[in-house]
Structures are given as structure tokens and as C-alpha cells.
């Protein structure tokens, strides 16, 4: 969702403002801005539509200066206008905003008492009122003035402000949303995402809730929420550029999808060293893990059917009870708790707000174990728990979650193994075998990428369908939803998933010769059940896209095309099963000729309700 930049330096921070604004359009945007300080006075420029085109302004205005702020905005409080992008200046001071302020109202009217004219439906042009109004108050001091301010901010704010009155510092505050300081030699930098300023530099400090910042170009000065100086860690980022460029690719869903092998090596590498230790998740696991009597899972979208996978391998392999619920649901129901059920967030970003709430709320109803497993560190979501184990995808610049899936769920497979182990109930023989599925697992996900231009035929297929339903069952259900889910988000066709045994209590009603279906059908236990469903469908007319295990003996006949994917994976198919749905998707979108990296009214970060 937005995105927040700043920079106060020697040279003209114009092109370091645009780049990151360029570097935070994954994120999902609808307009764009910047202001500088010039001259002691306030430039801006702002645009509906891309970065580029604002950038475009910016150059034709001859935007050139040392300080200066940039945001991307993804629309909330009012809509996609000019008006409403960011940043919002009020007599010479401008800032940026991400978040969203509760009580933007009650202070829309009191500043409109004081005179205050609003330009836009923002909630964010309070803010800079607001600070306006205690500047004339309180005698000119950029930071005073935001400390008072955000006493008076009830909601979420990353928030960067810079003043013409004030050329030498920007200032900051963050309470609910992300916000860090990058610090370069003699520069120095405020962002949202580290990918903002990896450009400029690595080192970087992140904001505590409630911590108000001043930024000049030979300091950063970080207060606490009582306004005391507070120390604040410096971290160095491993986000690397390559990580956030294209390289031979032509969308980043594509080149994450390739990355898979890479990324999931990467994650199980500790436990392909040292086996199933609870070290994978914190120092602190061993002892939570024995006091533990179920699992809770909380996640939202593609995180949730990770969770929902990782259900059948939790229960199945350490005999704990396990409930996965969407985060969002969870927050408002009261549910049940036991302080000794683990509660598990699983979240991309970090910063998913359902999740983080649900997460705060099962705090309340006296969870007393928290673990998270995140692909960003240092993110809102670790923060919050007791556990943590980072996945180690790389940064995801897709909308669509490909890499983030597979690695959650190689990170959940191995906390049902951990858990397992703990209460007994996998034994050494057992232990060798899953690890020995977990060494081979790259390789499996390498060779189904390599089913990628029979993929590309099938797509053409589906490029022109208005509807299309995936099947699965038992643990590879979650996968058909993530296939569902990944081909809706990025092609627009509408796509459902069903477990197969249930499609004759309806959704069959649904199939006729115009109804792709598409089906996983791993050489398991359930396999002969699933060749039943599949019968259900082909005598009603439907035609069947069938993946199939290379060792399951399955033939093509008319209207049912099969692809096969390695050998059966055991207990880790559902994540080589991944592999092809997610393809699919792809070739698709690109048939589609759809905006497959930024699919429309989608966000990369879900950072509001
Ligand atoms: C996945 O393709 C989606 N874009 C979306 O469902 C995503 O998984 C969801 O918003 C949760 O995000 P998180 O993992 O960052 O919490």
C-alpha cells in the first residue's frame, strides 16, 4: 500500500526521491508525489497514475534540491485525485502520511473553527494543519510541533514532514505502520521498506511504535514515545539490489516464481544441516514447544492457505490439534482460547493488518505463546511475538505471493516435524526420512519449472474462459485454492476451488463444456477418489487440466489433458504441486495481456482493514 521516502543531502536528492518512489510501486499505488525545499520554499508535484509520470513533471519543473519527501499512495480517504495524493503542505510545512488517522474528523472540525481551509478529503491534510497550527503555538520547532501532534493522532501514521522554515532536518514518527532511517555518509535518508534507499545505503534503523526522529545530514536523533532520546539498533539490510531488479525476467511474478529452488534451499538449509531443532525458531523454542498443546494459525490470503497446509502436517505428524483461521474473521468472534495453544501468524509482509490485530487480540484472550513466520525482518509482525522464523525468499516484489507460499510452507513443515519430535512422535528413522524429502525438495520444485512450456499451451487454453474450478483433496486442497486464488488475482478470470469429494454437493451444477477444470492429482491415498471426481465432471461435459504424478499412471483422452509432475514427493507434494498452478496463472495473465505484477485494486502490503 503507500510508501514514504526522504532524503536530506550535499547532492539533489530529486533522483534518490524518485527511484525509491519507483522501488515502492510494488507495493500497489494509485498516485504519486514529492516536495522539495528550495530557496526556502516548498516545491511539490503530484500525479494520479505512475511514478514515472510525475517524475516526468518533476524534471519538466526543474525540480532540483537537497531535502526533500516523496510518497506513493494507495487510495483510502477520499479518491484517486490530485488533490487527495500526497504530500499535503499547510503554510510551508509538507509531509507524507501512510496509515490511517481515526479521529481525522473531530479534528477536521476543530482546525476548521480555527480557519483551517481543507483542499482535500484526506485524513491525512489534518496532519498537516495540525502541525501548522502547533508550530505557530509552540515557537517554530519542526519536532516539537510533530511530538505534540501525533499526542493528538488517534489511528496509524508512518509519518515524514519538512518545513521551508527549517531547510536543514526532516523529521518522522511512527505508531501501527513501519517507518525506518537509512544512514549514509553525510546523507541520510527516512522509507517505509528498506527497498526504498538500498540504493543509497544499507544501514538502517528501525522505528519503534510511538518513536518520533530528526534527520539532518550528519545526524539522526531518535526520541521514544515520552519524548526522551531514546538508542535505537542500527541494522545492516540484506536486501540486495539484485534482489529488487527484473534482470533476464519479464515481470517479477515470473522471476519469483524461478527463484523457488533458490528460495526454499535457502530456508531449509539450517535444518538440512542440523536436523529438526527448535533453534529454527528462536532460542526460547524448545521450552514453548513443550508447554504447547495445540496450534492456533492466523493468516490472511496466500498466508492462509500455507496455514492451511501446514493443518494437515501439524496434526498428522505431531499429533497436536490444530485451528487455521482467517485473521481478519478471528479479530471480531469471540474465540476460544488456550493460553497453551501456540498461536502461529504466518504473514509475507510483516505488516498485514488483519493479521497483526488478530495477533494482538489473541494476546488478549490470554494466548501465551506467539510464533511468526515472516519473509521481512524486523517487520511489525516478528516484532510482536515471542517466536520468530524468517523465511528466506528475498524480497517479493509480485503482488501475487509465489516464493513467500512455498517457503512458509517449508518453514511450517518443518515446525510439525520439531513438534513432533518433541512430544515423541517421530523417531529417528522418521526424522531421516523427512529430512531427506526436505534435501530433495529444491530439485522436485526445479523439475516442475521445468513443465513450463507445456504450461504456456494450456494457457492459451484458458486465456479466453470466464470461469475455471480447481480441485484437490486432503492436503492438496489448499492448493487448489492458491491456484484459484493466484489465477483470479493476476488474469481476472473467476476461479473457485473445491475439495473434489465435495463438488457433487453443488458446485458440479456449475460444469459444462465452457468450464475448465483443473485438477491435482498426486499419486496418494486419495488418488482413486479424485479419478471418481474427475468421472463426475467429464460426463457432465467439463474438460479436465489434470497434474498428475509422473508415477501415476494417468492418460490423456479426450477433453481430459494431463501434465506430469515429478514423482510423487510424498509428504512435501503439496509444495512441487505449487509449482504448475502458479505457472498457470501466469501464462495466463500474459495472455491476458494483464498488468501481472501490479494486478488491478490489489496491494503488495495490506495495511488497512
Ligand atoms: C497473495 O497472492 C495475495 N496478494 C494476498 O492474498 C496475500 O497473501 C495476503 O494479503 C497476505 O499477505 P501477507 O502474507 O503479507 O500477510
Redesign the pocket.
Known amino acids: 500500500m503507500c510508501g514514504i521516502v526522504g532524503a536530506i543531502a550535499d547532492r539533489d536528492v530529486v533522483p534518490v526521491l524518485i527511484e525509491g518512489l519507483k522501488r515502492l510501486e510494488y507495493r500497489g499505488y494509485d498516485s504519486a508525489g514529492i516536495a522539495v525545499i528550495n530557496d526556502r520554499d516548498v516545491r511539490r508535484v503530484r500525479r494520479t497514475g505512475r511514478v514515472s509520470e510525475m517524475a516526468d513533471a518533476a524534471a519538466a519543473e526543474g525540480f532540483d534540491a537537497s531535502l526533500g519527501i516523496g510518497h506513493t499512495r494507495w487510495a483510502t480517504h477520499g479518491g484517486v485525485t490530485e488533490a487527495n495524493a500526497h504530500p499535503h503542505i499547510s503554510h510551508g510545512v509538507a509531509l507524507v502520511h501512510n496509515g490511517i488517522i481515526e479521529n481525522h474528523e473531530e479534528q477536521r472540525e476543530r482546525l476548521r473553527a480555527l480557519g483551517y481551509v481543507f483542499e482535500s478529503q484526506t485524513d491525512t491534510e489534518v496532519i498537516a494543519h495540525l502541525m501548522h497550527y502547533h508550530l505557530k503555538q509552540g515557537g517554530d520547532d519542526l519536532l516539537a510541533a510533530l511530538q505534540h501532534v501525533v499526542k493528538e493522532l488517534t489511528g496509524a501514521y508512518a509519518l515524514a514532514v519538512i518545513s521551508r522554515a527549517e531547510p536543514e532536518r526532516m523529521v518522522c514518527a511512527r505508531m501501527g505502520c513501519p517507518l525506518l532511517v537509512g544512514i549514509g555518509e553525510g546523507e541520510n535518508f527516512i522509507a517505509s521498506d528498506v527497498s526504498a534507499i538500498v540504493q543509497a545505503t544499507r544501514k538502517v534503523i528501525f522505528l519503534e511504535e510511538g518513536d518520533t526522529a530528526e534527520v539532518t545530514r550528519e545526524s539522526v536523533r531518535v526520541f521514544g514515545a515520552d519524548d526522551q532520546p531514546a538508542q535505537r539498533e542500527v541494522h545492516v539490510s540484506d536486501v540486495s539490489l539484485a534482489s529488487l531488479e527484473l534482470g533476464p525476467y519479464r515481470h517479477f511474478m515470473q522471476k519469483e516464481i524461478h527463484e523457488q529452488p533458490r528460495a526454499i534451499a535457502d530456508t531449509i538449509e539450517a535444518a538440512v544441516e542440523n536436523g529438526f531443532s527448535p533453534a529454527l525458531f528462536g532460542d526460547k523454542a524448545g521450552s514453548v514447544f513443550e508447554d504447547i498443546e495445540g496450534v492456533q494459525i492466523l ?5 492462509y492457505y500455507a496455514g492451511m497446509t501446514a493443518r494437515y502436517w501439524i496434526e498428522a505428524i505431531s499429533g497436536l490439534p490444530c485451528n487455521v483461521e482467517i485473521a481478519s474473521e478471528y479479530r471480531y468472534r469471540a474465540a476460544y482460547a488456550n493460553p497453551k495453544h501456540l498461536v502461529v501468524t ?4 510483516g505488516e ?1 493488518l488483519d ?1 497483526m490485530e488478530a495477533l494482538k487480540y489473541a494476546k488478549l484472550l490470554g494466548h501465551a505463546h506467539t510464533l511468526s513466520i515472516c519473509n521481512v525482518p524486523e517487520s511489525a509482525i516478528p516484532r510482536a511475538s515471542e517466536l520468530v522464523c524468517y523465511t528466506r525468499a528475498g524480497a517479493e516484489i509480485g ?3 509465489t516464493k ?1 507460499f512455498t517457503t512458509q510452507l517449508a518453514a511450517l513443515f518443518q515446525l510439525a516435524v520439531v513438534l513432533g519430535k518433541i512430544r515423541g512422535m517421530v523417531d529417528a528413522e522418521e526424522e531421516a526420512t523427512y529430512l531427506e524429502a526436505l534435501r530433495h525438495l529444491p530439485g522436485s520444485v526445479q523439475h516442475a519449472l521445468n513443465l513450463e512450456p507445456q504450461i504456456v499451451a494450456w494457457a492459451e487454453r484458458f486465456a479466453p474462459k470466464q470461469n475455471a474450478l480447481f480441485l484437490g483433496r486432503g492436503v492438496h486442497y489448499p492448493i487448489a485454492l492458491e491456484g484459484a ?2 489465477l483470479k ?1 493476476i488474469s481476472y478470470i473467476h476461479a473457485e476451488a473445491y475439495p473434489a469429494g465435495e463438488l457433487k454437493h453443488g458446485p458440479l451444477a456449475l460444469v459444462d463444456a465452457a468450464m475448465p477444470v483443473v485438477v491435482i492429482a498426486p499419486n496418494d491415498a486419495l488418488l482413486e477418489k479424485v479419478k471418481s471426481n474427475m468421472q463426475e465432471v467429464r460426463a457432465r461435459g467439463g474438460e479436465l487440466f489434470v497434474f498428475a504424478d509422473q508415477d501415476s499412471n494417468f492418460s490423456e483422452s479426450e477433453g481430459v489433458h494431463v501434465i506430469r509432475t515429478p514423482r510423487h514427493t510424498g509428504v512435501l507434494s503439496p509444495i512441487v504441486h505449487t509449482i504448475p498452478v502458479q505457472m498457470l496463472a501466469y501464462h495466463t495473465a500474459l495472455a491476458r495481456g494483464t498488468d501481472v505484477d501490479k494486478p488491478r485494486n ?1 496491494a503488495k ?2 495495511t488497512v482493514e
Open positions: 493468516a490472511c490470503g496466500t498466508s504466518i504473514s509475507q509482509s498485514t493479521t503482488v501475487a505471493s513467500a486464488l493466484k488475482e490489489l502490503s495490506v
